[in-house]
């Protein structure tokens, strides 16, 4: 059934395959300077290692978005997606997987009455907008260095020739490690949350996680859709879309790696967070938009503004309103069919309560208000139905509000030291943490910050540090191991049992 | 991995070596005529003799850099133009041989006051020739020197055709010759005009190539 369920995502990676594959390899392979046995080889090895290595970032966002939390919804929404990205090629307008996936993620938010993140869907739109104009910007740079310093270097045409090929198979290997790393999320994003696999260690070498296992799924049915599809593509990139001498062509692609990287990249983050920099969000963004920014970039180096087609942006701008909107409203009845027709889980609600515990650690944080004093002791099913108690109850500040329902979410975590010492990384979290963890052995926890208060009380190594700029990627870290726990020691039935769980909190 | 970039650096040298063999075979050509022009005959059949085996070493080598570029999917983009204008250039050498040959064939004779102004008209013809090997050389390696040297080719052909008409004018107006030596002279002169037009036209590709590769 897990496997069944994971297909729609890996029929939505196939057609990332096959359609972004050629916004990397495309004019090479189009214009015959590599190739399409070679294009395919790294382009496939590239993805798989992106998605891998990097692609945590980018999908860590998407979760916040939604965390689809039921292995049914993630189909569903993967499903909707991929209908919305196939229906919308068909119909010969531009589409990205991206757009789609967000689009879908929040329909099943409104389905299961989830909170939508507001400030994470910001980040994700206002992305789409500025990608393709970095990549111009990075393209129009680019472009010109290469110009001046070819004019100065004097190289021979043949030389020339095999020099680009040799770039254009090394930053396509860049570009199809930038791919994988930003839009695995895409394909395998929805999933990680209702995540079936556990850790795997390969020969005792090379420990993957869960999270890593499903993003190397994701990244083969990658591959598979560059070996089986995307030569009819790359020929139509190369020779139809834009005319683009291979030097120029490899300029775009350049830009659009660096994009994609720059939006997905952890390690650079935790270097601009070092370096005292703003921080870049990490977003999957549409490879497609870029190149088509990479190219306006070059159209205005070679001083050719005029040139450009002002119908393709306007119809990459009706795309970021109309492909989100058709995924929403496709996800959001696809979900009705699936709980009510097919009878399947497609979320584990959420509940909320103001318990005794929960208005004094509300008490403890200086949140205070008439209005939570009335709504105590009642349980709400979904996340919007709270927010709209709160909003009308109380005289609380949005942000407030927001810190007043993450307090009052209803969890159920368990510790259980056997299952520490099975399921967590000795390598990554600290003897101590360990020591600490172990020793709440039996433990039953109704709300994630108690667990997270009972393991600050023990050791210092579980408190967070001050909110500063550099404490940032510690806490972050910190905030990762603590994700790691309420996912190994959640017990999901717990939840529908309401009853138990309102005499764990006294109610 | 090393081979490739072995296998490039040879294509460049029988690139080079074939427009070697093109200028060469223009200063003979020239060398020859002034020999020619000065009755030493026995000297410009070995010129002539030297330019027919240069030719025949440019076709060579001409069939195994298009091979080359064929077999090894090399230049995709520039491939026809590069093909072209070694088909052109090679042209321009065959007239070349062709014209000596002629020489050798029919043996014109000048009247003594044409032979300075048939030897102007051989030098600006033949170096509108050294400057299209210049500037096809220059699209391969720096193309910032086109223009530079596709500007001179022109001006040696519109030399070459004031030349020309200035010797047939002269020609024609003498009464002393018969029309049939009138009209033997005229076609050598033209042969050597053919050869500037047939170099301006390479150097005109070449333009236009130029303007398609600089990005």
């Known amino acids: ?507 | 991995m090393f081979s490739v970039f072995r296998k490039t650096k040879e294509l460049e040298g029988k690139i080079d070596e074939f427009l070697n063999v093109i200028l060469e075979a223009a200063l003979e050509f020239k060398q020859g005529m002034k020999y020619y022009l000065e009755g030493d005959f026995d000297e410009f059949e070995k010129r002539s003799e030297h330019v027919d085996q240069l030719e025949g070493r440019a076709d060579r080598l001409r069939r195994e850099i298009e091979n080359k570029l064929y077999m090894e999917m090399l230049l995709p983009e520039a491939r026809g133009d590069v093909l072209a204008l070694l088909e052109n250039s090679d042209d321009v050498l065959n007239i070349v041989a062709d014209t000596i040959v002629e020489f050798s064939v029919e043996k014109p004779e000048f009247p003594p006051e044409i032979n300075s102004h048939f030897m102007g008209l051989v030098d600006v013809s033949l170096e509108a020739v050294e400057e299209m090997v210049a500037t096809v050389r220059a699209y391969f390696k720096d193309l910032t020197a086109v223009r530079d040297h596709v500007t001179k080719i022109m001006f040696f052909e519109k030399e070459s055709d004031k030349i020309g008409e200035r010797i047939k004018r002269f020609l024609f107006d003498k009464s002393d010759i018969d029309l049939s030596r009138k009209i033997h002279i005229r076609t050598f002169v033209t042969y050597l005009q053919t050869i500037a037009d047939k170099a301006e036209d390479v150097g005109d590709r070449v333009s236009i190539y130029t303007i398609k590769r600089l990005m």
């Open chain 1, 1 to 507: 059934m897990t496997c069944f369920y994971l297909t729609s995502g890996l029929f939505l990676g196939w057609s990332l395959g096959a359609n972004d594959a050629a916004n990397v390899f495309g004019t090479a392979v189009g214009t015959k300077m590599v190739r399409f046995k070679l294009a395919a080889m790294v382009a496939s090895i590239f993805v798989i290692l992106g998605a891998v290595i990097s692609g945590a970032g980018a999908a860590h966002t998407l979760g916040k978005l939604g965390s689809v939390n039921a292995l049914g919804g993630s189909f569903t929404v993967a499903l909707a997606a991929s209908l919305t990205v196939s229906w919308m090629t068909k119909l010969g307008l531009p589409v990205s997987t991206t757009q789609a996936i967000v689009g879908a993620i929040v329909g099943w938010d409104f389905f299961s009455g989830a909170l939508v993140d507001t400030d994470a869907l910001t980040k994700i739109v206002s992305t789409w907008g500025i990608s393709p104009l970095l990549t111009a910007f990075f393209s129009f740079l680019l472009f010109k260095l290469t110009r001046w310093s070819l004019r100065a270097i004097k190289m021979h045409i043949l030389e020339m020739d095999l020099n680009t090929r040799l770039a254009l198979i090394l930053i396509g290997a860049f570009g199809a490690y930038s791919l994988g790393a930003n839009n695995i999320a895409n394909v395998m994003g929805v999933f990680v949350t209702a995540n079936p696999f556990p850790d795997v260690n390969i020969l005792g070498i090379l420990t993957l996680t869960g999270k890593q296992l499903l993003f190397l799924i994701g990244g083969i049915a990658i591959a598979v859709g560059i070996y089986s599809y995307s030569y009819r593509v790359m020929k139509t990139v190369g020779s139809d879309l834009f005319k683009l001498s291979p030097i120029a062509a490899l300029i775009v692609v350049f830009s659009e790696s660096i994009v994609l990287f720059i939006f997905a990249s952890q390690k650079l983050e935790h270097f601009l967070i070092r370096m005292n920099l703003p921080t870049i969000p990490l977003v999957p963004v549409s490879s497609s938009q870029a190149v088509v920014g990479g190219v306006i970039g070059i159209a205005f180096a070679k001083g050719g503004g005029r040139a450009i087609n002002f119908k393709v942006l306007t119809r990459i701008f009706w795309g970021w309103i109309v492909t989100p909107l058709t995924a929403g409203v496709i996800s959001f009845f696809a979900l009705f069919f699936m709980q009510n027709v097919f009878q399947q889980k497609v979320y584990e609600p959420i509940s909320y309560v103001v318990s005794e515990a929960v208005y004094e650690k509300l008490g403890d944080m200086d949140i205070r208000d008439p209005g939570l004093g009335v709504l105590k002791g009642k349980v709400f099913r979904n996340g919007r139905r709270f927010k709209k108690a709160l909003k009308s109850l109380t005289k609380l500040s949005s942000g407030k509000i927001n810190e007043v329902i993450e307090i009052a979410e209803i969890d159920s975590l368990k510790i259980d030291s056997i299952v520490a010492s099975e399921k967590l990384n000795p390598h990554w979290f600290t003897y101590a943490q360990l020591k600490a963890l172990k020793s709440l052995h039996g433990r039953v926890f109704a709300h994630k910050w108690q667990l997270v208060d009972a393991l600050a009380e023990l050791s210092e190594e579980w408190r967070f540090r001050e909110n500063t700029r550099k404490n940032r990627p510690y806490n972050q870290e910190l905030k990762k191991k603590y994700e790691k726990l309420f996912e190994v020691f959640r017990i999901s039935r717990m939840r529908e049992k309401h009853n138990e769980l309102h005499e764990l909190m006294g109610l």
